[in-house]
């Protein structure tokens, strides 16, 4: 019978390889590579050099290589690319090469733009006519999302702001951070059917950013309607003092046109 052979570096059975193997498959391939890594590392520059230089020689060759293996394996590269964009990681990666490139974006898409005018235009129309009944299907189920409610609460200010010449904006993540400071509604301290609202009325020279809006219930904010605050807390002692135990009013000044407004801020901050 003969003698039990161990790998050098593992100590696993090779007993079934030849009697002068030392050591097993895995190892040996591990050894090969830690080998490869060193010369790589020792004459980089070389070994790069070369590459390239073989590489604007048969550049064309390498192309014809290249595009005849992606027609042959599209399909499968389509679905890989597909579900490695839906990862939190290329998500993440794509936000930041964004935010770090964002000058050389806007040039480039100013480029196109100044190249091809009305072609953006002209084929939106185009497709939103071949497939208007899929886009309002797909914008009827967005809306239902949570991010979708968030950007309809956020159009619709908008619409409404436009409509009666109200200064200021807000964005949808600036609705996330108001729902967060104010987890409850402002003027009752109920919990449920939460909704934006703008604190002076945009119709009554109220703004539409966030030193303006609270959060109220359905309730708070339909009975308050188009009245001030000083209108509202006239019948409405309680919710006067529920608001200001929330909310402090503030001076400030507008960067653009100078003029002073009341901001609704937090009492948190």
Known sequence: MSKKRTCADCGADISDRGHSAK?????????R??????????????????TLEYHRKNRERI????????AEHREGFRIKSKEYRSTEEAKARRREWCRKNK???????NEWLAKHPGYTTKSWNEYYCKNKDVLLAKGREYAKTPRGKEINVVRC????ATQTGAEGRFS?????????????CVYCGKKTELQVEHVV???RGGRNDITNLVMACKSCNSGKRHKTPKEWFKNNPKKKTHFYTMVKEQIMVD????????AYLPRAT
């Not at 200010?157 to 409404?160: D, F, G, Y």
């Not at 949808?172 to 409850?184: E, T």
């Open 23 to 31: 050591l097993c498959l895995s190892c040996l391939k591990e050894r």
């Open 103 to 109: 000058a050389r974006i806007d040039k480039l898409h």
């Open 255 to 262: 960067r653009k046109t100078g003029k002073k407004y009341t």
């Open 201 to 203: 009325p945009l119709d």
């Open 172 to 184: 949808a993540k600036d609705l996330r951070r108001l729902q967060g400071i104010y987890p409850v």
């Open 33 to 50: 590579r830690k080998r490869v890594r060193e010369y790589y590392k020792a004459h980089k520059e070389e070994l790069n050099k070369r």
């Open 63 to 70: 192309l014809k290589q290249k595009r005849k293996y992606w």
């Open 157 to 160: 200010s908008k619409r409404r």
